[in-house]
């Protein structure tokens, strides 16, 4: 016979751990107060009427006696007509549980046994709960208004501004003939995925600006909401990625890179997505590796175990292909993530003791890691080019046949369509060469990496100024334009990040360092060459992830704040505990995050300004 403390009121007014019973009380009250709610169940003393339970049911969670069952390893009987008011249960007889034993490597680690010092523990789990289901429906609702208000408002006498003059009309061609063609140059000098999305908005919508811009906008929404994903899979926390999701939506270059039908914000949510696959791929490979160990399988290779079809993987190979199907930049996070996905798998073998992990790395998942984000890229790539080898007026189809191959070229003696693909890449090749600084190609509004960290250099997407308005003029200009509360903690929170992956050894910051160095680095390395804000764009969603997840261990930092306020259920449930200065100095944050949104979005939106009012916005000079 157990005597336990807590009574199990038929009223389901359940105390928590170490509290005095109180009465019971009615209608829906629990008489508590701010912070007290968060330690009672669910947030709240349990309420008669609770989630459709009837009276008699057993409470969601009744917490002491649960704990001892976890702690003494019997099976909890159900109530019945022995439990009185005071809530005596009778229980079998505990046994002794066995002592503990660890088992030589690799089947170590069984199930119920304590974890020795140094051993992987059990792999985390989040499961989605109605915080994670609000959060992201009202950060997607602040996306989609922020990206469509106004969208066809900015036009070029109604025609597309900007580099929308290129993508828009070759989008055009592709929903009307199925290619793209370019009859200035003759030469369309990126992919055709991107201009095939712009083509449905077309199709939908005709050949206007909404039709031009819709699918980016969406796609827009589609980064703000992958970027949310990847964090909560980083940090499993919903607050976390909320910050994320608001960083997201109020940043200027998301914003205007989803207002304007070019290439860049179908690359940026591609990227996004196969970054947030390949967290889930590693996470699902230390949770195979540590049930094989568990359960005693891990094999006596020294390899380690093989760890089966990796579909995560498999899906960041397909979201990879579909980036490099839209900018041959793409290309660059192929081979950065390609090279992290095989040097975790090298760690995690390692972590749980493989006694030659590099070689399993190599030997066990190289080559499928090859076939997953090489291979099969390559083949969503020339799939996105499908149209050009059903066309016989594509230009170069017929290069052989046509005379664009030197009959003396190795490409002569090639199919012809193989030639013309191959030429047509060779030239495309070329053009982007070509496009050097030192060689003459200049433009105002061009920029260079080192720039971009701090958003020094906009790009100007639409300027109508001498407008007469009032006294005065004014003017309307659309800038590709960073938030500062967000750009110009770029070095702070990166240099941040890899200090703790050194120094902690905190894993959840390496994918978003590892995509910041593959849209920065191999610009970087190419520093001659003509260069724009916007190839920057790639850049933003992993700069917010660092930012939540530092956001995430400040609000941890300092002690409660002692106004009543802070106590309230609202602020406490937002806050997941008392509120502390340091979740204080989040919030404050995320409030100067969108103070600068509303102050910039003039330049962000095209709206109707005097003069005056643009002047004090240019805080740099080179922002003019």
């Known amino acids: 016979m157990v005597e336990v403390g807590d009574h199990l009121p038929r009223d389901r007014h359940a105390e928590r751990l170490g509290e005095r019973a109180g009465p019971a009380r009615v209608l829906r009250r629990d008489e508590r107060r701010g912070g007290e ?15 459709r339970r009837r009276e008699h049911d057993a409470p969601l969670r009744e917490r002491r006696p649960v704990l001892l069952a976890h702690c003494h390893g019997f099976k909890l009987p159900t109530p019945g007509p022995a439990a009185g008011r005071q809530g005596r249960l009778d229980l ?105 999305l712009v083509a449905l908005g077309e199709e939908v919508f005709g050949y206007g600006p909404w039709g031009w811009r819709i699918v980016m906008a969406l796609l827009g929404c589609g980064a703000v909401l992958a970027t949310m994903a990847l964090v909560r899979r980083l940090s499993f926390s919903w607050r976390a990625a909320t910050v994320a999701g608001l960083l997201g939506v109020v940043d200027g270059v998301l914003l205007v890179g989803a207002r304007f039908g070019m290439l860049d914000m179908a690359l940026v949510t591609f990227v996004v997505l196969a970054a947030w696959a390949l967290v889930r791929d590693q996470q699902q490979v230390y949770a195979r590796l540590f049930a094989a160990r568990a359960a005693g399988t891990f094999g006596g290779s020294p390899l380690g175990p093989r760890l089966g079809f990796r579909w995560w993987r498999f899906a960041a190979g397909v979201f990879l ?78 290069a052989v046949t046509s005379g664009a191959v030197d009959q003396g070229s190795w490409l002569a003696h090639l199919p012809d369509w193989a030639a ?11 053009f982007h060469g070509s496009l ?49 509360a967000i750009w110009w903690l770029t070095v702070p929170v990166v240099g941040y990040a890899a200090w703790r992956l050194v ?9 978003p360092l590892v995509a910041f160095a593959a849209g920065f680095i191999p610009w970087l390395i190419a ?42 259920w609202p602020v406490a449930r937002l806050a997941g505990g008392p509120l502390t200065w340091g979740g204080l100095s989040v919030a404050a944050y995320l409030a100067l995050a969108v103070g600068m949104f509303i102050y910039f979005s003039p330049i962000l939106y095209g709206t109707l300004i005097p003069d005056w009012w643009f002047q004090s916005m240019m805080w740099l000079p080179s922002w003019r």
């Open 321 to 398: 292909g579909l980036a490099v199907s839209v900018k041959w930049s793409g290309l660059y996070y192929m081979a950065f993530f390609g090279l992290a996905t095989v040097a975790c798998d090298w760690w995690l073998r390692r972590r749980f003791a493989a006694r030659t992990p590099l070689v399993g790395a190599l030997g066990r998942d190289a080559f499928p890691a090859f076939a997953s984000l090489v291979i099969l890229p390559a083949g969503l790539y020339l799939w996105s080019w499908r149209s050009w080898f059903a066309s016989e007026t594509a230009h170069l189809r017929h």
């Open 37 to 51: 709610r968060l330690l009672e169940p669910r947030g709240g003393v349990q309420r008669v009427t609770q989630r």
């Open 420 to 430: 013309g693909f191959i030429r047509y890449h060779l030239d495309m090749l070329e």
């Open 527 to 568: 520093y001659d060459r003509q260069m724009y804000f916007f190839y920057a764009e790639p850049l933003v969603p992993f700069t917010i992830a660092l930012l939540a997840l530092a956001c995430r261990r400040i609000a941890r930092l300092g002690p409660p704040v002692a106004a009543r306020w802070a106590a309230s």
């Open 92 to 196: 079998p007889a505990v046994r002794p549980a066995a002592p503990a034993t660890t088992s030589p490597a690799p089947g170590r680690g069984t199930p119920g046994a304590p974890r020795a010092a140094g051993e992987p523990p059990a792999p985390r789990r989040y499961r989605w709960g109605r915080a994670d289901t609000i959060s992201t429906v009202i950060v997607a609702l602040l996306a989609l208004v922020t990206r469509l208000v106004g969208l066809g408002r900015i036009t070029d006498h109604g025609t597309p501004v900007f580099d929308e003059k290129h993508y828009a009309p070759q989008a055009f061609d592709i929903a009307v003939g199925g290619i793209e063609t370019n009859p200035g140059f003759g030469l369309v000098v990126h992919p055709p995925l991107a201009k095939q």
């Open 503 to 511: 120094t902690r050894r905190e894993l959840a910051v390496v994918w």
């Open 436 to 484: 050097t600084t030192s060689g003459g190609h200049d433009h105002p509004w061009d920029s260079k990496p080192l720039s971009w960290l701090v958003a020094a250099r906009p790009v100007l997407y639409y300027s109508d100024t001498d407008i007469e308005c009032g006294a005065g003029t004014c003017r309307r200009m659309v800038y590709l334009f960073g938030t500062p």
